[in-house]
């Protein structure tokens, strides 16, 4: 069973690095503005002139 | 030339405003003004016109296009509007008010495209603002604006730099505390199950190193995430008020102090896991708490309308000044659409002020030479030259934020049935407590030292804490809906405790912008053109409503055009002397006394009639006037008594309408309504009921755009919702019961806990499972509630 002292310590670990991400995200303003980006997806790259309507 | 071609209607390209000439085209589409079509040919020659693409008419309109920024070019005022600059770059962040399709965002980001040397910009559309960062030695800071104007986003350069404030404001850590107690909380959870699913003696060797690995996660939890508790506790204390944050301190510090205790002295499990949940789903109500409009500002106040600078003339060149170095004895320009920043004398050219952000009046003012203008007019037509007469801070409408209403703190207006409970409730659980303890000393002292710190972590308010935040946030969602926006969640409490309400006049119950104009005149066809030609040329706002009002007539050439500001216009079309303008300016005299704006016309000497310009009451506003059953209703207003006949019906008594009210009056007026114990919602709209608006137990801006500007205040209300207010009275209302009712449910939680732990016999399962429970019940329940009872007022 002493396994379990390995696990856990193990499980810790990955929740630890996963918060250490979460705090990143955070830090570098991925979170500051979760509007803008869900429509800045739906326009185009810049392309050579469209035809115009 | 003659007949009646009606033209078809074309709307702008740009804008999709109607076009009323058709002169304004090019590459085949049509503009309803120069402005709007310099914003496409600026575009097309950058290759950007997949702007048109993504929407159509994706612009805003461009008639006014005589801007100035000359006043970019002092370093005092760059300093002031910059986020960040060295050698090479300078980063800046605007708010551009206009932003509000895909189209603004995509053309904003290609910034680059038409200047290189703007090396990035950004969009964040929620806050309307733009991030740029450009290379500042080879495109200025006023060119980079000028850039920006020329294609149609000027952004909003105030006093009152309202992007810092927001972003300032934003900074606090409530997300990072989330997640460290959500973090803590699982693994908490997951070595707590062990213990309560009962262990084999083989693995009871694990319990203690699990009881450690617990004490390791609840540290975080107490020093980091609780901390704002603990804080709020002591601060509170200390100014001896017993809020709801006391006994939630307590009930945390207990609970970390025993479970220490317990787990090194292998004494029991503690209560690690009720300790990370309790945290985590507190702070998880602070969070719904803290809705937040990005778009609106509800602290604005004159600075934030009034420009930067204004030019002043000084040995006869002109300069920009920031305002705050404006003095008495200056002699400032201001041209058509800048804002008259301070009170001043009139020098020269023709004055005609618009006061519609002070009054919510929109038909301009015309002032003679010599007379004094006070501050906040926005001109219209030619540039005019003023002499200050009083510094910005000392004129007429600003004095008023020298008054105390504007320095008082603003949380505490009324207190809020959270905090009247929880004095009570700490009262009543610290006397349980040490009753318990009492109790069980002289048999046991470790029993009743166990039943006191049971009692404290039994009884801890989380249920109650959490109650107020879901119920109003909730509330706030359905207001949100319907297009009342409030500060904050405690204003919907404000709401429910209102007996009195004052309502302002001009631009509150009348509609500001949109009179509607009569005709009250029989016009041929061909006159109908010569009257549409004649307004055609006058930038007068009357002139202008009238041109809309005609439609697309044919445009004829006009001679000997003569505008009058303040009284009229002649002018000779069509061999016909065409005259429009006041009754005075037309026949002399004023023989009718109408209550309302009249332009009246004359052709070839000939009296034909009059357009009256009649401001309609807004939809709704004999319902709002049937409140006057529950509640005192006052009308407070700036202007003459004329409407006084029309408006009685509404108001019932004289006694209750006020007239020639000055913006201190109707600050006085509140405040004496205050000293009669009533709980006053005044309604106002322009900066004259700023005060009013302030001092008011629950200020209520009415906008018809909540993105304009409107004044300080609780809360704005779009116009369109404005016959909603009843309801949204009756339904804050309902959300009051609905929390005073979730205290009840979470009282009997508490009871049932106590009835445990006043024996000393809490077990940490019992409290593991009690605390979520409740806290389910409590959320669930509140969330149904609130949503039924806008379901039955017809909100959602």
Known sequence: MSILYFLIGCSVLLALIFLGAFFWAQRSGQNDDLYTPSMRMLLDEAEETPPEK | ?796
């Open chain 2, 1 to 796: 030339m003659a007949g009646s071609t009606i033209l078809e209607k074309t709307t702008c390209y740009h804008c999709g405003d109607d076009c009323n000439t058709v002169s304004i085209s090019i590459d085949e589409k049509s503009f309803c003004c120069n402005g709007c079509k310099g914003v496409y040919q600026v575009l097309s020659e950058n290759k950007l016109c997949s702007y048109y693409t993504y929407n159509d008419h994706p612009g805003a309109s461009r008639e006014r296009i005589d801007k100035r920024f000359d006043y970019l070019n002092e370093p005092t005022i760059i300093s002031e509007l910059i986020d960040y600059t060295d050698q090479e770059k300078t980063i800046i962040t605007f708010y551009i008010p206009q932003i509000h399709c895909s189209s603004c965002l995509w053309l904003l980001e290609q910034l680059n495209k038409i200047n290189p040397a703007i090396h990035y910009s950004r969009v964040d559309f929620l806050k309307k603002q733009l991030n740029i960062r450009f290379d500042h030695r080879q495109i200025s800071l006023q060119q980079v604006v000028e850039l920006l104007d020329e294609i149609g986003y000027e952004p909003l350069i105030s006093l009152q730099d309202i992007i810092k404030e927001q972003n300032a404001a934003t900074k606090d850590n409530l997300v990072s505390k989330i997640a460290v107690a959500g973090f803590c909380f699982g693994n908490v959870m997951l070595l707590s199950f062990p213990e309560y699913f009962g262990m084999s003696v083989a693995e009871r060797s694990f319990k203690y190193f699990f009881g450690l690995l617990n004490i390791l996660f609840i540290l975080p939890v107490v020093c980091y995430s609780a901390s704002g508790y603990f804080i709020s506790a002591w601060q509170n204390l200390r100014n001896k008020v017993l809020n709801i944050d006391f006994p939630l301190a307590l009930g945390i510090g207990v609970l970390f102090i025993r479970s220490v205790v317990e787990i090194v002295t292998r004494s029991g499990a503690g209560f690690a896991d009720t300790l990370c949940g309790l945290v985590f789903f507190l702070l998880v109500g602070k969070f719904v708490q803290k809705k937040t409009y990005h778009h609106i500002s509800f602290e604005r106040d004159y600075r934030s309308f009034f420009p930067v600078a204004v030019q002043i003339i000084e040995n006869s060149s002109e300069r920009p000044v920031p305002l705050s170095q404006l003095h008495t004895g200056h002699r400032m320009v201001i041209r058509h659409n800048e804002i008259i920043p301070a009170d001043a004398i009139l020098l020269k050219g023709e004055a005609l002020v618009d006061f519609s952000f002070v009054t919510g009046e929109a038909i301009p003012v015309g002032k003679t030479l010599g007379e004094i203008i006070y501050a906040g007019g926005r001109q219209t037509g030619e540039a005019i030259e003023l002499e200050v007469i009083k510094p910005v801070s000392q004129s007429y409408l600003t004095q008023l934020w020298n008054n105390e209403a504007f320095t008082r703190k603003q949380d505490n207006r009324m207190q809020t049935f959270n905090d009247k409970v929880s004095k009570y409730f700490t009262i009543a659980l610290l006397t349980i407590a040490f009753a318990a303890f009492l109790f069980w000393l002289p048999t046991d002292f470790r029993r009743g030292l166990a039943a006191f710190t049971a009692v404290l972590i039994v009884a801890c308010p989380c249920a109650l804490a959490l109650s107020t935040p879901f119920t109003m946030s909730a509330a706030l969602g359905v207001f949100d809906r319907n297009r009342f926006y409030l500060k904050n969640t405690a204003v919907v409490e404000q709401l429910a405790a209102i007996d009195t309400i004052v309502l302002d006049k001009t631009g509150t119950i009348t509609n500001g912008s949109d009179s509607r104009i009569e005709l009250k005149a029989d016009l041929t066809i061909d006159q109908k053109q010569l009257i549409y030609s004649v307004c055609m040329n006058s930038a007068h706002p009357l002139s202008r409503m009238i041109c809309v009002f005609l439609g697309n007539e044919e445009r004829r050439d006009v001679y000997n055009y003569k505008e009058i500001t303040g009284k009229g216009i002649s002018a000779e079309v069509n061999f016909q002397k065409v005259r429009i303008g006041s009754e005075e300016f037309i026949r002399g005299v004023s023989i009718m006394l109408l209550p309302f704006t009249q332009v009246h016309i004359m052709i070839d000497g000939k009296y034909l009639g009059y357009f009256s310009f009649i401001q309609h009451y807004r939809k709704g506003l004999e319902k709002i006037t049937e409140l006057k059953r529950d509640y005192q209703l006052h009308l407070l207003s700036g202007d003459q008594d004329q409407e006084l006949p029309s408006l009685l019906p509404f108001f019932g008594f004289k006694a209750n309408m006020h007239f020639n009210q000055s913006p201190q009056q109707k600050l006085d007026f509140i405040q004496s309504l205050q000293a009669n114990r009533n709980k006053v919602m005044m309604i106002g709209d322009g900066l004259n009921d700023s005060g009013a608006l302030k001092q008011s137990d629950l200020g209520i801006a009415v906008t018809d755009n909540v993105n304009n500007f409107s004044p300080g205040s609780d809360a704005i209300l779009d116009g369109a919702s404005f016959h909603l207010l009843p309801v949204f009275l009756r339904f804050s209302r309902d959300t009051v019961n609905i929390i005073h009712f979730s205290f009840l449910i979470s009282l009997t939680y508490n009871l049932i806990g106590l009835s445990y732990a006043i024996t000393g016999k809490l077990s940490p399962l019992t409290a593991a499972i009690l605390m979520p429970v409740s806290t389910v019940t409590i959320i669930s329940f509140t969330s149904l509630a609130t949503h039924f009872a806008a379901k039955r007022r017809k909100l959602i």
